[in-house]
């Protein structure tokens, strides 16, 4: 009798207890199959809020319904985070849907990514930035769908965001940039790779009213030029910057930015203007810097390099300059003792 209790024990209390520690660790997939493991861990699970914060439909097709179905349980009332990162079979309608039947179930989400939506425009955005009002952290990457309208109701409707990933949307325009400058002052991570539509007025805007990026990718935009880039000094938060493919930007430009005391990651890839003046700059003023490209650059010397190492052969650790005929080819160790703590020798390939 006392072994058939302590087995129902067993069961209903033990295994319970040490899958709700478990299941933290688990993906998604992994803790709804669980659900059907028994009863009494279904309700458990169940029970436990901080287990359902996430919704991950990432690469899987039916992904709309999907969505709408979990949002549909009491379990995602609290959901934080929503990925749709690549997911198939997300259109308008499927976020229109969330706004009209799960509104209270989006209350709290903080972050979205809808990067590689492609059937997502205007119209979806709309839908469901008028019911996430705390929302940090929004990704539309490679949507050529959306225009500055979208960023209008972004704007409008979400108030609190600070991490903007727009790479890809070749129809956003200045007008965007200037609507994120005079909305999101406390903006820490911005990323416009491809932007193709914009120019150094909409950049200016950005640097001037958000001070507080901690990142900004701007790869692969050939239409700014040093008037802008100089102003890039006025993050004095700045860590992350990406340049490759700027093709404007010169030693002046690039002499501007080493003020820029924080920085640690520096992508020049393809900014074939740059010479040993700007990266000696780079390296007299940015000491903390981790990551450097100078990939393809043909101005840069072996000056430069002695500069790096002069100031920042204590942090560096991941540098790569192939395709810079300036400088002398050096074996692995040759570079290990310029850079004792040199891990990565090259970004491209």
């Known amino acids: ?40 861990l279904h309700r458990t699970l169940v029970s436990h809020p901080s287990l359902w914060l996430v919704l991950d439909f990432s690469q899987m097709g039916n992904a709309g319904n ?16 929503i990925n749709l990162e690549f ?20 209350q709290n989400l903080e972050s979205l990514n809808l990067n590689g939506c492609q059937k997502i425009s205007d119209k979806g955005i709309e839908a469901i930035t008028s019911v996430c009002p705390i929302l940090k952290v929004f990704s539309i990457y490679w949507n050529v769908r959306i225009t500055d309208m979208s960023i209008e109701h972004l704007v409008k ?9 727009l790479s890809g949307c070749k129809k956003i325009s200045d007008k965007s940039l200037q609507l994120v400058a005079e909305n999101y002052p406390k903006l820490e991570f911005l990323n416009l790779t491809r932007c193709i539509n914009l120019t150094d007025h909409g950049l200016q ?4 009213k958000c001070s507080f990026l901690q990142s900004l990718n701007i790869y692969a935009l050939s239409s700014f030029t040093d008037e802008a880039y100089r102003r890039i000094s006025l993050l004095t938060y700045l860590k ?3 340049l490759c493919g700027a093709q404007n930007l010169s030693d002046d430009g690039l002499s501007c930015i080493a003020k820029c005391v924080n920085l640690v990651s520096l992508n020049l890839t393809w900014c074939v203007r740059v010479t040993d003046e700007g990266v000696i700059a780079i390296a007299q003023g940015c000491t903390s810097l981790e990551f450097l490209s100078l990939f393809g650059i043909v ?20 540098l790569d300059v192939n395709g810079c005929i300036g400088i002398k080819r050096r074996s692995r160790d040759e570079l290990l003792h310029l850079f004792p703590h040199l891990k990565c020798f090259k970004v491209h390939s």
């Open 87 to 106: 997911a198939h079979d997300i259109e308008d309608k499927h976020l229109e849907l969330l706004k009209s039947k799960c509104l209270d179930s989006l």
């Open 205 to 208: 805007q950005i640097l001037f």
């Open 66 to 81: 999907r969505l709408v179905a979990a949002l549909s349980l009491p379990r995602y009332h609290h959901v934080k985070h």
């Open 1 to 40: 009798m006392e072994e058939a209790e302590a087995e129902v024990t067993w069961k209903r209390e033990t295994i319970p207890k040490v899958l709700k520690i478990v299941s933290t660790r688990l993906p998604q997939r992994d803790l709804i199959s669980l659900l059907l493991v028994s009863p009494w």
């Open 299 to 318: 101005g840069v010397t072996d000056k430069c390099l002695e500069a790096l190492s002069s100031s920042c052969s204590n942090t560096i650790t991941t």
């Open 157 to 165: 409707n979400c108030k609190h965001v600070t991490d903007l990933n």
């Open 240 to 242: 992350f910057l990406d």
